[in-house]
Structure formats: structure tokens, C-alpha cells
């Protein structure tokens, strides 16, 4: 694979551009708020945003927000996501990796369902009133 | 514990950010012996009082998260860093920046495996903030040398807010495609 210049980059970006402008935003205004405090990157955080990433891609949801913030306050069930969306109530999973950022991308995200097995809270007041950054 | 030296790597870059700082520079190299990582910044630094409590692993500034007492990130790496005779610096000066430099031994038994380092330069790249980062990434092996370049601004410039998972999936692309040419020539030695 050769490296890939700024140039080829741009260009990549033209091309998804006209691409986004083809297709109806789905996703748009959901926010996915991955904690990578210490606790959560040696729980696999990077591992989780990469998942999520990779979901992301695959079912072209090109507008949805992924951010990252610090420790939630659940370190006991790291790593853990925040998804805002509209129409949901916001809600923090725990114990998250690829396959269930997968399940959130589909059903939460997609068809407005929550994965039960994997809520464990709402943001901490803390978080709320730092925005969640 | 952090599983792998780029968890490490996360944490410090992560606390450089934290500082308020509006440049910093990350300097990752990668060669038969060892990986060696520097990372400064021009935040807001620390007192020698401060620079002496940041290896004890209860201690915070309390400032971050209220209420919250650890801070674990400088002592998990001092502590990977003794485990495999590696080496730790730390030089801050308040009001003017803060530089973390470490060594692994990659051939010292206990080391931990290098980790995903596509996945953790997006992420540093993509955290919060409106700071400026150069990202330096070289490899340098008997079977041959290569390395890249990152600035955040100038990838910003060009994708846009890294806040969109479409921008992040291309600015994935962009450093699999730069890790890729460094792993052609791990490959070749194999």
C-alpha cells in the first residue's frame, strides 16, 4: 500500500463529498461520546472509537458526531460510550466493545433501540456540566 | 494496567491537551532496540512541588474532575518503564510547557507489544480542543527507514471537523496509509 499524499487525500474527500450530497443524512445530530480517561483506554477504548469508526463506514453514516471525552465516573465498566440521539433518551453504555458498538450503531442509532444488555447510566452531573467535554 | 505502549502514549498526549496547551509535538521512533516517545507541550507546566506528587499514583490536581482523587496516567508509565529497564524523563516548567520523554527495550521479555498505532493517532489527532499537533513517526530497521508526518491543523484545514465520524473514517485512511509503508518494511525483515 503506498502512502497516500495530501493531494490523494483531498481528492478522497471531493469524492465522499459529492457522494454525502447523494444520499439522505442519516444520523445526522446523534453524538457518540466515547470515554478515554485512563480507566477507559486500558479497558480498550481506541479499540471501541475504531469500531465505531469502522460501523460508521460500512453503513455510509457520514454525519453522525464521535468524540471523545474523559472518565465518565463508571470505571468499573470501561469502556464506556455516551450516545445522544435524537428521540432517545441519552444514555451511557458500559462494557462496550466492537461487537456491541456494532449493535448500537444498528439498533440504536439506526432503528431506535436501545441494547439493553449494556445501559448502565445516564451522564454524571459533572459531565453534564462541563458538556460532556 | 494499559496493555499496550500506545495506551501509554494516549495518556501522556492526553495530559499535554489537558494542560491548555496550543502546540504539541509528538515524537514516536521505532528501531530494532527500542521505541522511544517525546511528547511537549507549551501548556500551562507544573512546579517542582507538583513535578514531585505527578509520580504518586493518588495524587491530582482535584481540578479535572472534581471529587475524583487519581490520577494514574505518569505512574502506570513509570512503572511499565521500570518493569523493562526502560528509560523516564520528566521536565516542566510552570507557565511554560511540559516535555515527557520514555524508552521501551522492544527485546526486554516483559515489554508490551507496540499496539494499534493507526487507531492512536486518530484519536489524539480527533480529541477535543482547538491546540495544534506534529505528529512525528519514524521506523528505522537494518532492512530500511521510512517515516511521516502529521499536523492537525493542516489535516483539519483539509477534512474538516473531526468531529464527524466521515471526517475521522478519512483521516483513518490517511494514517493506515502512512503505518502501512512502515509495516512494508517490518515485513521485509521477516
Known amino acids: 500500500m503506498a502512502k497516500m499524499t495530501l493531494e490523494e487525500l483531498r481528492k478522497l474527500r471531493d469524492s465522499k463529498k459529492s457522494e454525502i450530497q447523494k444520499r439522505d443524512i442519516a444520523g445526522k445530530d446523534t453524538q457518540i461520546i466515547i470515554g478515554m480517561g485512563t480507566c477507559g483506554i486500558a479497558a480498550g477504548a481506541k479499540v471501541v472509537l475504531d469500531a465505531f469508526l469502522q460501523e460508521l463506514d460500512a453503513h455510509n453514516l457520514e454525519h453522525v458526531s464521535v468524540t471523545q471525552t474523559g472518565c465518565m465516573g463508571l470505571c468499573y465498566v470501561e469502556p464506556t460510550v455516551e450516545v445522544l440521539s435524537p428521540g432517545m433518551p441519552p444514555v451511557i453504555y458500559g462494557k462496550v466493545d466492537a461487537a456491541v458498538a456494532k449493535a448500537i450503531i444498528e439498533d440504536h442509532v439506526m432503528r431506535g433501540k436501545m441494547v439493553s444488555d449494556h445501559v448502565f447510566d445516564r451522564p454524571s452531573a459533572d459531565i453534564i456540566k462541563d458538556g460532556g467535554k | 494496567m494499559h496493555a499496550s505502549l500506545c495506551d501509554f502514549l494516549s495518556d501522556i498526549v492526553q495530559n499535554a491537551i489537558e494542560s491548555g496547551a496550543s502546540l504539541i ?5 521505532e528501531d530494532e532496540r527500542s521505541i522511544a516517545c517525546t511528547v511537549t507541550d507549551n501548556g500551562k507546566g507544573m512546579s517542582d512541588e507538583v513535578q514531585r506528587k505527578v509520580t504518586d499514583p493518588f495524587y491530582t490536581d482535584g481540578i479535572k474532575h472534581k471529587g475524583r482523587t487519581v490520577g494514574l496516567g505518569i505512574p502506570f508509565l513509570i512503572q511499565a518503564v521500570d518493569a523493562v529497564d526502560g ?19 522492544l527485546q526486554h521479555i516483559d515489554c508490551p507489544p507496540l499496539g494499534n498505532v493507526v487507531s492512536t ?3 489524539m489527532l480527533a480529541f477535543p480542543g482547538t491546540y495544534d499537533m506534529v505528529v512525528t513517526r519514524s521506523l528505522e530497521l537494518p532492512a530500511g527507514c521510512d517515516g511521516y508526518e502529521l499536523e492537525r491543523q493542516v489535516l483539519i484545514e ?7 465520524g466521515g ?4 483521516l483513518r485512511t490517511y494514517v493506515q496509509s502512512q503505518e502501512a509503508a512502515l509495516d512494508e518494511i517490518r515485513n521485509r525483515r521477516t
Open chain 2, 158 to 164: 483539509l477534512l474538516g471537523d473531526f468531529a464527524l
Open chain 2, 25 to 29: 509535538t509528538v515524537d514516536m521512533r
Open chain 2, 167 to 170: 471526517t475521522l473514517n478519512m
Open chain 2, 121 to 123: 493517532l486518530v484519536s
Open chain 2, 87 to 105: 528509560e523516564f524523563t520528566l521536565k516542566s516548567q510552570e507557565g511554560k510547557g511540559t516535555t515527557v520523554a520514555y524508552r521501551f527495550p
